[in-house]
T-cell receptor, first 114, second 115 residues
Framework: GAGVSQTPSNKVTEKGKYVELRCDPISGHTALYWYRQSLGQGPEFLIYFQGTGAADDSGLPNDRFFAVRPEGSVSTLKIQRTERGDSAVYLC????????????FGPGTRLTVL | AQTVTQSQPEMSVQEAETVTLSCTYDTSENNYYLFWYKQPPSRQMILVIRQEAYKQQNATENRFSVNFQKAAKSFSLKISDSQLGDTAMYFCAFISYNTGNQFYFGTGTSLTVIP
């Protein structure tokens, strides 16, 4: 079956611009996560959705970052007034069932802010 | 807060040999899960193996096995009969059973399998 997909795969933008990154989770997966991975680092948690609601957004670095999941499936990560420090790979993952189950990751979106 | 430490930034192994990747973690919780994920150059994170903290038996998955030492908070990954396709970044990860909202990842170990 289809895995987690993310679009675009690469995004180049200029400092100060607004960007949206999309995640299509595996159908039926109620849990959805966003992570940010900087070069040479492990993924860093940003936000977790259970269904439509953001159950934990404690990893969002500041109020320029926002994510939605209006129908409990597709999610969009939105970054306002992008800064060069936002350049990273943004990973999405989804999970079925309980906490200890496998998270299935998408291929990521590489964001470059010039 | 939970932390995960991988102290080996890079490792290499000859094809068909065995290699062990180290991971330690810090938590005050008793119920949690530990994972090893593999990230090849394609960026796609792939689950290698998973361990439930309440299980004493070490998890195994074909050529991959773990040495889980709960008291020492250690969770190493052993890869037997290394293959060229095992070349990748390997990340150790922790998630709490009670507050299972976030994976805590280590900084990764870059493994190269040499033909």
């Amino acid at each position: 079956g289809a895995g987690v997909s993310q679009t675009p795969s690469n995004k180049v933008t200029e400092k100060g611009k607004y960007v949206e990154l999309r995640c299509d989770p595996i159908s039926g997966h109620t849990a959805l996560y966003w992570y940010r991975q900087s070069l040479g680092q492990g993924p860093e948690f940003l936000i977790y959705f259970q269904g439509t609601g953001a159950a934990d957004d404690s990893g969002l670095p500041n109020d320029r970052f926002f994510a939605v999941r209006p129908e409990g499936s597709v999610s969009t990560l939105k970054i306002q007034r992008t800064e060069r420090g936002d350049s990273a790979v943004y990973l999405c993952a989804s999970r079925a069932g309980g906490t200890g189950n496998e998270q299935f990751f998408g291929p990521g979106t590489r964001l470059t802010v010039l | 807060a939970q932390t995960v430490t991988q102290s080996q930034p890079e490792m290499s192994v000859q094809e068909a040999e065995t290699v062990t990747l180290s991971c330690t973690y810090d938590t005050s919780e008793n119920n949690y899960y530990l994972f090893w994920y593999k990230q090849p150059p394609s960026r796609q994170m792939i689950l290698v193996i998973r361990q439930e903290a309440y299980k004493q038996q070490n998890a195994t998955e074909n050529r991959f096995s773990v040495n889980f030492q709960k008291a020492a908070k250690s969770f190493s990954l052993k890869i037997s009969d290394s293959q060229l396709g095992d070349t990748a970044m390997y990340f150790c990860a922790f998630i709490s059973y009670n507050t299972g909202n976030q994976f805590y990842f280590g900084t990764g170990t870059s493994l190269t399998v040499i033909p």
